[in-house]
C-alpha cells in the first residue's frame, strides 16, 4: 500500500512564504516523478510544479518565479517553496507521484489527501 502525506498548508498573509511537504510511504520500488497540484473552489484542478527523479522540473507559468519544487530522493520527499504569495493560490494542494512498486509493475499514478493554503490578509 502505498501513502502520499502531505504537510505544510496554513494562512498566510499575501507577499508570505510556505513550505508544502509530502512523503511517499509503502512498497516502494521507484519513484519516476513527484509534483504538485492545486485546486481553487469552483475551478478545475491545475497542475503547479512537478519534478522526475533526474531532478528535471516543470513550473506552472502562475508560480514561475515564486514557487520552487525540490525533491530528496532517499526520503522519498518532494517539497514546495512557495515565496511571494497572492490570494490566488489559495486552492487545496495535492501531492502526486508516478509509482513503480515491484521491478516488473507498470507505473500507477497516487494522490495525496490535499492540505489548505489560503492566501490572506
Do not use: H
Not at 18 to 41: D, E, N
Not at 47 to 60: F, K, Y
Not at 92 to 97: H, I, L, P, S, T
Amino acid at each position: 500500500q502505498v501513502q502520499l502525506v502531505e504537510s505544510g498548508g496554513g494562512l498566510v498573509q499575501p507577499g508570505g512564504s510556505l513550505r508544502l511537504s509530502c512523503v511517499a510511504s509503502g512498497s516502494i520500488f521507484s519513484i519516476y516523478l513527484m509534483g504538485w497540484y492545486r485546486q481553487a473552489s469552483g475551478k478545475q484542478r491545475e497542475l503547479v510544479a512537478r519534478i522526475q527523479s533526474s531532478g528535471t522540473t516543470n513550473v506552472a507559468d502562475s508560480v514561475k518565479g515564486r514557487f520552487t519544487i525540490s525533491r530528496d530522493n532517499a526520503t522519498n520527499t518532494v517539497y514546495l517553496l512557495m515565496n511571494s504569495m497572492k490570494p490566488e493560490d489559495t486552492a487545496v494542494y495535492y501531492c502526486n507521484a508516478i509509482i513503480q512498486i515491484q521491478e516488473r509493475d507498470p507505473n500507477r499514478i497516487y494522490w495525496g489527501q490535499g492540505t489548505q493554503v489560503t492566501v490572506s490578509s
